[in-house]
């Protein structure tokens, strides 16, 4: 007998209050990065109405003690990302010139700085640098689409991303910011079969019609994106389904770094840890070591070693080595995970010095990651796509 199941996954778009904040915060990184490639950055955003505040730890080696804010415009970074994102209109509450932008950052805690340095200090196991936060990570791959990704989260992206794209074109003056996207798939033995549910809110202007709103949306987008054979004359399209969404972002909905986990990884599908990425530089391991998950995982099924994989480790703070690392691959291996983990230790090293240096983060590559996922995407700069690591995988277990 078939077995069957239904699995949905959300995306949002740019204009997401909790998105806003997350791009924010990454124009930070990324502004300090440019400065010093070696800048220690933890800036998270708060947005609400007319009002943002930036906020974190950010220490930049290259000032020697000097406050960031006389090399870094924090407010002019704030609003220019607002800007690229859209809120631009008369009418916004949320605009990128008229907002109240406060900013409040200090240094990195001291007592963090020497876990993380690579330097002898008193009650530190070892002088290497180490992870700048105990937790545990997790990388996922599996073999549904061809960006090795959950076709759920996938799909709700492409939608999210193309309804981004028209807008920005100005051909569609009624479509504003703020927005979300998501698919339901019905999987059959363990493989996606159909959509069942599509879900697209998008904030508009007040004049435009309901109906020209749904129209437009499941012509120019949803049929458009998602692949013609998953849809079937029993799908269902859900377009602005309270009827109405002139108010968005901000004005509409608090926004937070950090907020939206689920849709920067794996839609749900695979686990979480619970750390979240922009925002931090890559000492974090929250955001560094999720990434050498996504590598891992995704050249083990590029490798076709597994259809499916996961991927987890855990770090204590201020020590380099980390404290577990499993391979899951949920039965698809075609050698055990016991074996499998064996190889991945062999190939990569999992110490936080060394996956910034195997993934080369220490660059201003973290505006891009932002929107529709921190994986799947097909850009070079995003070295942890990469399916380099195949080969050598395949050596390993011989």
Not at 246 to 259: E, H, I, S
Not at 269 to 296: E, I, L, N, Q
């Amino acid at each position: 007998m078939s077995q069957r199941y239904l699995f949905s996954s959300e995306s949002v778009g740019e204009g997401h209050p909790d998105k806003v904040c997350d791009l924010i915060s990454d124009y930070v990184l990324d502004a300090c990065l440019r400065y010093d490639k070696h800048s220690r950055v933890a800036c998270e955003c708060y947005a609400k109405s007319n009002f943002v505040i930036v906020g974190g730890e950010i220490t930049i080696p290259g000032l020697k003690g000097k406050n960031p804010g006389e090399v870094i415009d924090f407010v002019k970074i704030a609003r220019q990302a607002i800007r690229d994102i859209g809120y631009v209109h008369e009418d916004d509450v949320f605009h990128a010139e008229k907002v109240f932008v406060n900013v409040c950052i200090t240094g990195q805690s001291s007592d963090i700085a020497q876990g993380v340095d690579a330097r002898k200090a008193e009650g530190k196991k070892k002088a290497e640098q180490g992870a700048g936060d105990q937790g545990l990570m997790f990388g996922y791959a599996c073999d549904e689409t061809p960006e090795l990704m959950p076709a759920p989260i996938m799909f709700a992206h492409r939608l999210g991303r193309e309804l981004n794209r028209i807008r920005k074109t100005g051909k569609v003056p009624w479509l504003r910011p703020d927005g979300k996207s998501q698919v339901t798939v019905e999987y059959v033995d363990g493989r996606p079969a159909r959509i069942t549910n599509v879900v697209v809110s998008t904030q508009h202007t007040p004049d435009v019609k309901h109906s020209q709103i749904e129209d437009f949306i499941v012509r120019n987008v949803i049929r458009k994106v998602l692949p013609p054979k998953m849809l079937t004359r029993d799908t269902k399209f859900f377009v602005n389904p309270t009827g109405r969404f002139v108010v968005g972002g901000p004005q509409g909905d608090t926004g937070l770094t950090g907020r939206k986990i689920i849709v920067d990884t794996y839609g749900g599908m695979g686990r979480h840890g619970g750390g979240c990425f922009s925002g931090k530089d890559p000492t974090k391991v929250d955001r560094s070591a999720g990434y050498m998950g996504r590598y891992v995982a995704k050249n083990i099924v590029a490798a076709g070693l597994a259809s499916k994989c996961e991927i987890q480790f855990a770090y204590a703070i201020g020590y380099p080595d980390p404290l577990s690392i499993c391979v899951d691959t949920f039965g698809t291996g075609v050698v055990s995970d016991e074996t499998l983990t064996s190889a991945v230790c062999k190939v990569f090293s999992f110490k936080p010095a060394d996956i910034i240096t195997q993934l080369d983060l220490r660059r201003p590559i973290y505006a891009k990651t932002t929107n529709y996922g921190h994986f799947g995407k097909n850009d070079p700069d995003l070295t942890w796509e990469r399916t380099d690591k195949v080969e050598e995988l395949k050596r390993a277990l011989k």
